[in-house]
């Protein structure tokens, strides 16, 4: 490690002691290596002159050159100084309301600046408002010398308060930049710079502050991003490499059952998408590794059967299951499937939720140790039985759209010496982008295919003002013996009003459909009376259920089509997805009609829009990625995983394939980084360990 490049921020000329002190506790930056990885948050083009006349008010900040004259403060109206910038194109005004003597005395009238600043509309006018000069020095034929894209630092408002702003830590790369240039080693292989035309580290560590124009620019962040995406891959690739030599599973290669079901027990043939995946845990489950793999697939794609069918390998073999969901309707939901599917092969379910009484409960945990029960669902009140399996195979984690997922996987690792397999299944589809980064060292499997013959829901999106054409759709599908969801938002901040719109929507419904029998089901009411609702609406007897998003877990009802949002712009993506989903479960044409204002954000709007144009997730997640960012998204913002110094997971997903793909040929081409065209990997690697996120808590 180069000294250079440790020296203390205190020796750059104009920092010193206490700024450099600053500099640490605002911003986390102490040496010349920190500086220089102190990437600018955007620039300022001063790379163009704008001639005068062809300025708009679409242009935000521009730079111009001209010659300053009629300099003078008016005291009319709100004091202000006013000059007048003229080049041979035309003439603008330039304003200031702050500081007004000072800068009068210093501008020059007749001379000639450059001035960079932001464009305000004033009236039909065009003016200035507090920008920056510099007098030129270079006559107008070399005008273009000194023009160049400015890079624009973040700092806070202590550090501003100490005069250390933007362009001090501009100032201040300058002196650092030259000194630490040749200390800065190359961090990725020749091969790499070749393959993907990549631009040096240390030229690309100053273009990234200095860039000459905008081509430049573009290099350097590509190469910076490639880089960073790569380590992460590689680094995330390498835990995989460690923990699938380390982790011993129990091999599980009996397929004998599962045949026997598959010959006898299936009413439908499964989709390609599903052979593809039981196939993948089928290798993983006899590989003698454990696996920890992310069964993605939307809502509906069929990932029960997937479930069941590689319990049966599990059970062929021997070995115990366990089946866990986040709620106990849902557990209750897969309890009865899944003693549907299991009755013709004589295997016992057995289900175990907090509501589970003591007395079955302890016949429950001497069936487990005896080995006799084979197959227990429940909800999160299996981890407290883990231990008590006598061979625990397989654990199933049915998590639908929540993300912390892995952390309860691990749960089920601490127990014995060759581990169960765990299978981690979300309906929530996550970017590719994110799951390769997220998830990185996981696998992951897809269900992107549906069962065939399902009819694709089609999503409307009315005005408030369409209520009346809504009621006589709804009237319409109610009459033909199908049943409707209506569902209002109901956000903690605003409960006690969002009650009363549920309230009050709920009573307007009782006046339109006096004739037909209505549900209503809130988090207000307590858990029986919510169960016999939604029994109700279940069985048919009711026709159209009144609700907050409390249905958007679970609730299977074949014969309902039509899922009416209210306020849909309050909710996210997501759940948008997830509340379509509880309809088009039957062979019955199934609808979606989002309800809105006409006053949208442009970000609603494209919510609303994505909706109405597509039935598939993942696209829905990619777009939700764009709007929401990916912290926001896995929820996970402080985790350090998603901290990029450059990369932005949400542009840069061919960057991210492409560092990914890299990652993997090394690692195949030379686990253990030995070749002398990897030295830099695995110096960086090195240095790289020092500084990295704690992945124990991470996924
Ligand atoms: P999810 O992935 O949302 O958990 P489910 O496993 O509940 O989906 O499946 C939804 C419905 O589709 C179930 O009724 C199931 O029996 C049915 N299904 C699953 N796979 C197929 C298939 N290949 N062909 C036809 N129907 C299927
Ligand atoms: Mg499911």
Redesign the pocket.
């Known amino acids: 490690m180069s000294s250079v490049l440790q020296t203390a921020l205190q020796y750059i000329p104009g920092i010193g002691p206490s700024k450099a002190l600053l500099l640490h506790q605002e911003l986390q930056l102490s040496t010349f290596e920190d500086l220089i990885y102190f990437y600018p948050f955007r620039y300022e083009d001063r790379s163009h002159l704008y001639p005068i006349n062809t300025l708009t008010s679409r242009l935000s900040y521009v730079q111009l050159r001209g010659t300053l004259s009629r300099v003078q403060i008016v005291q009319a109206g709100k004091k202000r100084l006013v000059a007048c910038l003229r080049d041979n194109t035309g003439e603008i005004t330039l304003v200031w309301f702050k500081g007004l003597s000072w800068i009068f005395k210093k501008l020059q009238v007749g001379a000639t600046y450059i001035v960079f600043g932001k464009l305000t509309a004033y009236g039909q006018q065009l003016n200035m408002v507090h920008p920056e000069l510099e007098i030129a020095t270079t006559p107008p034929e070399h005008a273009h010398q000194d023009l160049s894209l400015r890079p624009v630092y973040h700092t806070t408002d202590k550090l501003k308060a100490r005069h250390i702003d933007s362009k001090i830590v501009a100032k201040s790369l300058h002196y650092v930049l030259p000194q630490v240039a040749q200390h800065i080693p190359e961090t990725l292989p020749n091969a790499l710079l070749g393959q993907y035309k990549l631009t040096g580290k240390a030229q690309s560590l100053w273009n990234i502050h200095f860039p000459k124009n905008h081509h430049v620019l573009g290099q350097a962040r590509f190469r910076l991003k490639f880089e960073e995406l790569f380590y992460l891959q590689l680094q995330l690739l390498q835990l995989k490499q460690i923990q699938v030599e380390k982790r011993k599973g129990k091999i599980l290669h009996n397929t004998q059952l599962l045949h026997r079901f598959y010959k006898t027990g299936l009413?439908?043939?499964?989709?390609g998408a599903?052979k593809r995946v039981v196939k993948e845990i089928y290798r993983d489950l006899r590989s003698g590794h454990q696996m920890n793999r992310l069964l993605q697939?939307?809502?509906?794609?069929?990932?029960?059967?997937v479930a069941f069918l590689s319990m049966l390998i599990c059970l062929g073999s021997g070995a115990q299951v366990a089946m866990m969901a986040p709620t106990e309707l849902l557990a209750e939901q897969h309890f009865k499937?899944l003693r549907d599917l299991a009755q013709p092969l004589n295997l016992t379910v057995v289900l175990l939720t907090g509501a589970t009484k003591r007395k079955s409960r302890t016949a429950i945990l001497d069936a487990l140790q005896a080995g006799t029960l084979q197959i227990l669902v429940g909800t999160h009140a299996l981890l407290n039985v883990a231990m008590n399996f006598h061979n625990l195979g397989l654990a199933i984690i049915?998590e639908q759209h929540r993300f912390g997922v892995m952390q309860r996987a691990q749960l089920w690792n601490h127990q014995q010496a060759d581990l169960p397999h765990v299978l981690v299944?979300t309906?929530t589809p996550i970017p590719r982008t994110l799951a390769m980064t997220f998830y990185g060292d996981l696998d992951v499997s897809v269900?992107d295919e549906m069962?065939?013959?399902r009819k694709p829901i089609k999503t409307l999106h009315y005005y408030d003002a369409q209520r009346l054409k809504l009621f006589r759709f709804l009237r319409e599908q109610m009459v033909a013996d199908r049943q409707v969801y209506m569902v209002y938002p109901l956000i903690e901040e605003s409960e006690n009003m969002d009650y009363q719109n549920l309230m009050d929507g709920y009573e307007s419904i009782c006046r339109a459909f006096p004739d037909f029998p209505i549900s209503i089901v809130h988090g207000q009411m307590n858990t029986p009376d919510k169960a016999y609702e939604m029994q109700r609406f279940a069985q048919g007897e009711t026709r159209l259920m009144v609700a907050t998003t409390v249905i958007e877990v679970g609730v299977?009802v074949p014969n309902a089509t039509v899922m009416v949002i209210e306020s849909a712009e309050r909710f996210g993506l997501a759940q948008l997805h997830q509340l379509r989903?509880r309809v088009g479960?039957g062979s019955h044409q199934s609808y979606c009609i989002l309800m809105t204002g006409t006053q949208l954000s442009s970000k609603s709007r494209e919510r609303i829009q994505t909706m109405v144009q597509t039935n598939d997730g993942f696209k829905i997640a990619d777009v939700d990625l764009q709007l929401r960012g990916p912290g926001d998204l896995l929820g996970v913002q402080q985790s350090g995983v998603l901290d990029f110094k450059i990369a932005d997971l949400s542009q840069d997903s061919s960057i991210l394939q492409a560092a990914r793909e890299s990652a993997q040929r090394i690692i195949k081409e030379d686990p253990s980084l030995a070749l002398p065209q990897h030295l830099p990997v695995k110096n960086q690697l090195a240095r790289l360990r020092d500084h990295t996120i704690d992945w124990g808590s991470v996924g």
Do not use: C, E, W, Y
């Not at 009413?267 to 989709?271: D, G, K, P, Q």
């Not at 697939?297 to 059967?305: A, E, H, L, M, R």
């Open positions: 009413a439908f043939a499964l989709t599903q697939g939307d809502v509906g794609s069929g990932k029960t059967i499937v049915d299944m309906a269900i069962p065939v013959g299977n989903g479960r």
